[in-house]
């Protein structure tokens, strides 16, 4: 009787030993996945992001926004007329070279409001080469080094009794709890942004039909602050992930496997509340509010 409880007993030791360290091995995988795709989705333009999404929102700009602001600029474009000709004393002092510069200033608003979305994709490119040039700087240093821990792993296992084990399991658990709920923020903080940059680049032709005026031109200037903001965001976020990168490097896997594992849990949460503040922050450098 004694065999088949001791055989029984070694049966359940080896099953929470190798579930604990599949478990481990998940935790750090798990991180080392998102934190790489957070680099290969920032690195992308908005229309090489989802080529799908972005027709789709182009032809939707072309078809109901820009027929808007092709009203709001005649509007614009009349008050400024209005206003060059009361500004000389009623036309009695008027100069001839300003119907020109409003003739030249109609054609360059024209001009803007029919390549709306070149414009901002050209935005999005520039911010677009900083992003590329720093992903090629942390490329290759964004995982956790967690090979050194897990060869060590279950020759610790093996010295741990069986209660030890199960409060081990639950202590996995939990941190792998953690670590996917951490994936599930990172995701909606990278897709958010993506979802938002398409909104945002929808309704541009009704920002870019105000900027032919002086007055109205603010809600056209404000609207490119934003849009910058949000193309160097990307930016901000890869200086978080180069960040994190640096910081897990430097976590002593093979010492301490508990350490390991809740230290890589914080550098995560970290880079969580870093990449949500990347907004706001890119927002105030901007000076877009």
């Known amino acids: 009787m004694d065999w088949l409880l001791g055989g029984l007993w070694d049966s359940i030791k080896q099953g929470l030993i190798e579930a604990i360290m599949t478990r ?3 935790i750090f995988d798990s991180v080392n996945q998102q934190v790489g ?5 920032v690195g992308q333009t908005p229309g090489a992001w989802n080529p799908g999404v972005y027709n789709m929102v182009r032809t939707l700009s072309e078809t109901a926004v820009i027929p808007i602001a092709g009203m709001i600029l005649t509007f614009v474009l009349c008050y400024e007329l209005i206003q ?35 414009l901002v994709m ?7 080469q900083v992003v590329n040039a720093s992903a090629g700087i942390i490329s290759g240093s964004l995982d956790v080094g967690a090979d050194a821990a ?18 081990l399991w639950l202590e996995t658990f939990i941190v792998d709890l953690c670590m996917w709920i951490l994936t599930i923020i990172i995701f909606v903080i990278i897709f958010g942004r993506m979802i938002e940059i398409y909104l945002t680049v929808s309704v541009a032709p ?46 002593p896997v093979a010492g301490n496997v508990h350490a390991a594992i809740w230290t890589t849990v914080g550098y995560t ?18 000076s877009a509010h």
């Open 24 to 26: 481990f091995a998940n």
């Open 37 to 41: 795709e957070i680099a290969t989705n």
């Open 84 to 118: 060059l000709i009361i500004e000389k004393n009623n036309m009695h002092e008027f100069d001839v070279f300003n119907i020109y510069k409003w003739i030249f200033k109609t054609f360059c608003a024209v001009y803007i409001l029919t390549h709306t979305f070149d």
């Open 122 to 128: 050209g935005v999005f490119a520039l911010a677009q």
């Open 150 to 167: 897990l060869a060590n792993l279950e020759a610790m296992l093996q010295a741990l009794g069986v209660w030890e084990l199960i409060g």
């Open 206 to 251: 009704i920002p870019f039909a105000t900027m032919a005026n002086r007055e109205w031109g603010q809600i056209g200037n404000g609207y490119l602050k934003s849009l910058f903001a949000l193309a160097f965001q990307g930016f901000l976020i890869m200086v978080c992930v180069a960040i994190y990168a640096v910081l897990v490097q430097n976590i």
């Open 269 to 286: 949460v970290l880079l969580c509340f870093a990449l949500f503040k990347t907004g706001s922050l890119s927002k105030s450098v901007f």
